[in-house]
T-cell receptor, first 109, second 121 residues
């Protein structure tokens, strides 16, 4: 069974800072990896999808990298804003779909 | 992006009753859908994989007789919590993959419903 770990569990930064969220997974036999954000009491919003053959994906201020062989992915958020405050989840997809424990991000105005 | 809906968005029921939650893919077909449960301040836990035309696959520790899953069509999966108890109170979320046509496609992107908040009194 895939085990997914996200570090740090919680992060609080002042507005404008760049930050990195880390995700590690135990089973490298994945088809792709997605990053999501979840606002309190809400569903999940897909941020980025990296196919297994790709090394990174970018969307606006977000950049995600994937090193499948070492079981790692990072999500880089540039110039953080208060609206970025949410829980961020990574999900490597193999035969099933497992979530990381999440990183709770607070961006302080 | 694709749209997945869930109904109801919230439900309150008495202990011992059954509750049905619907998950629909509105603009694409999904032969597979996934059901998750999320307790407060915890991550999502996969409960089961719903397969159109065949039985659902349950994760270890999830009672299949308690959480009945029916994948009625290529756009609809239902989760029925039977004889609900207060400990079943949780946030239930479904997802459906869209993209490569096969579950194992690297192009598959998961789209999530908005979730259903279940409270059992």
């Amino acid at each position: 069974k895939q085990e997914v770990t996200q570090i740090p569990a919680a992060l609080s930064v002042p507005e404008g800072e760049n930050l990195v969220l880390n995700c590690s997974f135990t089973d490298s036999a994945i088809y792709n990896l997605q990053w999501f954000r979840q606002d309190p009491g809400k569903g999940l919003t897909s941020l980025l999808l990296i196919q297994s053959s790709q090394r990174e994906q970018t969307s606006g201020r977000l950049n995600a990298s994937l090193d499948k062989s070492s079981g790692r992915s990072t999500l880089y958020i540039a110039a953080s804003q208060p609206g970025d405050s949410a829980t961020y989840l990574c999900a490597p997809t193999g035969n099933q779909f497992y979530f990381g424990t999440g990183t709770s991000l607070t961006v302080i105005p | 992006g694709a749209v997945v809906s869930q109904h109801p968005s919230w439900v309150i029921c008495k202990s011992g009753t059954s509750v049905k939650i619907e998950c629909r893919s509105l603009d694409f077909q999904a032969t597979t859908m996934f059901w998750y449960r999320q307790f407060p301040k915890q991550s999502l836990m996969l409960m089961a994989t719903s397969n159109e035309g065949s039985k659902a696959t349950y994760e270890q520790g999830v009672e299949k007789d308690k959480f009945l899953i029916n994948h009625a069509s290529l756009t609809l999966s239902t989760l029925t919590v039977t004889s609900a108890h207060p400990e079943d109170s949780s946030f239930y979320i479904c997802s459906a993959p869209k993209g490569g046509g096969r579950v194992e496609s690297s192009y598959n992107e998961q789209f999530f419903g908005p979730g259903t908040r279940l409270t059992v009194l």
